[in-house]
């Protein structure tokens, strides 16, 4: 009877060291135990070899998916999953209308899941065998325990899959027939038959270990490097991040030089777009500041823009919009400006007062003095009509942290005042203050700095600063482009569509 298996398609499970095996049955041998499958799979993958065998000894479980079966008709399989040897689960037969037959009808109830007919219409569907012909319990148990007879054959109660056929099964009726063709659009779509459904899970940890990654990638570098194309790269590969300003087609940036003075600049600098921008002595800077105004461009006008180019910049380092809304009126910024008797004092005070106007708490410390320059007593006038705080003792600055600190104490020229003991005294607060400072037109000399800054803003050209002056920016104060041809500067303007510019140290 073990004959009647042949052509079988089953599932057996030899433990987790082999692993499990899918295929159709070729041979069943009584006397060596031992079974053959065709076309195997094992765990999933198609196998190389086209037939493999198993003992008895190494099978833990055996599964039957499919018997086979004359044709392509519809077996009891389809309509209910049937487990072997449990009782009262199974195909029911009863008489048939004319008696010479018996009508196989679905379960009235079953544990097992029930499998969606692929072909034809089940409604109202009966399915008629011949008493020779039943698909009973008992006689499906009679051949099984033929094939299990053997020692180490374990037969487990499975579920019949829909496709399981018996080799005795007459094709059931079908109803919806139309000139001998299924018209239905369940058919069309659904309708391919499918020789092999594997009743386990796909196992996919076992699948993916067959695939060695780091071998594949080896072999297309080793392929392209031969054949001479670029290489994708490895997994371990990180791919490189640019910036959106950044151009990912150069290795370097190029290198823009427009800007060109009458002598060496000691230091030079680059924008972001690879404009180099040297530096000048502190001479010809002045000497281009006498000539602008000459021209027009009075001392009013540079502190009002450099008054304007300097909040700009201590607004977007407060926190910007993030910071700077109507909503968040209770996290309103504290800036402690530091201003000297001098035009640098001058610049520091427009500055606070913008950024007065913008809601920000300005807290200007300036010396007693006399005699005050008119360009300071003129922004002081403006500065006290706003909300900011002036004082002119050490004492009234805050004992907290502030969020900015903004030094002008320093000057090119005026280089008594640093040892007033004023200026020592502010100087000592800034430093134990612990806020970041931002510096104003600083000088050239590092030594003449008593603050070290975070930030340094320089006018219209840049001197050559120190280490001490932290990352230099550079605003534009409305110097025109002659004014720069008059004192032999080719000058091409780096600004583009902003008035305040990073540089950086080339």
């Known amino acids: 009877m073990a004959t009647d298996w042949l052509g079988s398609i089953?599932?057996?499970?030899?433990?987790?060291?082999?692993?499990?095996?899918?295929?159709?049955?070729?041979?069943?041998?009584q006397v060596s135990q031992t079974i053959s499958l065709t076309r195997p799979f094992h765990?999933?993958?198609?196998?190389?070899?086209?037939?493999?065998?198993?003992?008895?000894?190494?099978?833990?479980?055996?599964?039957?998916?499919?018997?086979?079966?004359?044709?392509?008709?519809?077996?009891?399989?389809?309509?209910?999953?049937t487990e072997m040897g449990i009782p009262g689960v199974g195909c029911q037969v009863g008489p048939s209308q004319n008696g010479t037959g018996k009508v196989l009808k679905k379960p009235i109830s079953s544990s097992a899941?029930?499998?969606?007919?692929?072909?034809?219409?089940?409604?109202?569907?009966?399915?008629?065998?011949?008493?020779?012909?039943?698909?009973?319990?008992?006689?499906?148990?009679?051949?099984?325990?033929?094939?299990?007879?053997?020692?180490g054959f374990r037969r487990r109660h499975n579920s019949w899959s829909s496709s399981s056929r018996h080799p005795n099964q007459v094709t059931p009726k079908k109803s919806g027939l139309k000139n001998g063709q299924m018209k239905s659009k369940d058919d069309e779509c659904f309708g391919d038959d499918i020789d092999e459904i594997p009743d386990t899970d796909f196992d996919f940890e076992g699948n993916l270990a067959l695939f060695d990654?780091?071998?594949?990638?080896?072999?297309?570098e080793t392929y392209e490097r031969r054949s001479g194309t670029r290489s994708r790269g490895t997994p371990n590969e990180k791919p490189a991040r640019y910036r959106h300003d950044e151009n990912i087609l150069e290795s370097e940036p190029i290198v823009y030089r427009r800007i060109v003075v009458p002598q060496n600049a000691n230091k030079e600098f680059c924008t972001d777009s690879g404009l180099v921008v040297p530096s000048v002595s502190y001479e010809l800077h002045k000497k281009l500041l006498s000539v602008a105004e000459k021209h027009g461009l009075t001392l009013e006008r540079r502190l009002e823009m450099t008054g304007v180019c300097a909040?700009?910049?201590?607004?977007?380092?407060?926190?910007?919009?993030?910071?700077?809304n109507p909503k968040n009126v209770h996290q309103r910024p504290t800036v402690a400006l530091l201003c000297g008797p001098h035009v640098k004092g001058a610049q520091g005070i427009s500055c606070?007062?913008?950024?007065?106007?913008?809601?920000?708490?300005?807290?200007?410390?300036?010396?007693?003095?006399?005699?005050?320059?008119?360009?300071?007593t003129n922004e002081l006038n403006l500065f006290g009509k706003t909300q900011g705080q002036q004082v002119s003792s050490v004492k009234d600055l805050p004992d907290t942290p502030v969020d900015l600190v903004i030094n002008c104490l320093d000057c090119h020229e005026n280089?008594?005042?640093?040892?007033?003991?004023?200026?020592?005294?502010?100087?000592?607060?800034?430093?134990?203050?612990?806020?970041?400072?931002?510096?104003?037109?600083?000088?050239?000399?590092?030594?003449?700095?008593?603050?070290?800054?975070?930030?340094?803003?320089?006018?219209?050209?840049?001197?050559?600063?120190?280490?001490?002056?932290?990352?230099?920016?550079?605003?534009?104060?409305?110097?025109?482009?002659?004014?720069?041809?008059?004192?032999?500067?080719?000058?091409?303007?780096?600004?583009?569509?902003?008035?305040?510019?990073?540089?950086?140290?080339?």
């Open 352 to 376: 606070g007062r913008h950024l007065s106007n913008h809601d920000v708490h300005v807290i200007l410390f300036l010396p007693n003095f006399v005699k005050m320059l008119e360009s300071i």
């Open 213 to 220: 990654k780091a071998a594949v990638f080896e072999e297309i």
């Open 113 to 151: 899941p029930q499998n969606i007919p692929r072909r034809t219409d089940m409604k109202n569907q009966d399915i008629i065998i011949s008493p020779q012909q039943q698909c009973s319990k008992s006689y499906m148990d009679r051949h099984v325990e033929t094939l299990t007879q053997s020692k």
């Open 10 to 29: 089953v599932s057996i499970n030899c433990g987790e060291s082999l692993g499990v095996y899918q295929g159709r049955v070729s041979a069943v041998d």
């Open 311 to 324: 909040s700009q910049m201590a607004l977007s380092l407060l926190g910007g919009p993030n910071r700077l």
């Open 415 to 506: 280089a008594f005042l640093r040892d007033q003991p004023w200026y020592k005294a502010v100087v000592d607060w800034a430093n134990q203050n612990r806020a970041p400072v931002l510096s104003i037109d600083p000088p050239i000399n590092e030594m003449e700095q008593g603050i070290d800054a975070k930030w340094s803003l320089a006018l219209g050209l840049p001197l050559p600063l120190g280490e001490r002056a932290g990352r230099v920016y550079l605003c534009d104060i409305g110097i025109p482009q002659k004014v720069f041809q008059e004192v032999g500067i080719n000058y091409h303007s780096p600004f583009g569509c902003k008035f305040v510019i990073p540089l950086h140290s080339t």
């Open 43 to 81: 765990n999933g993958v198609k196998c190389l070899v086209p037939e493999v065998t198993f003992r008895a000894g190494d099978i833990t479980e055996l599964k039957i998916l499919e018997i086979p079966g004359p044709g392509d008709s519809r077996q009891c399989g389809d309509l209910q999953q």
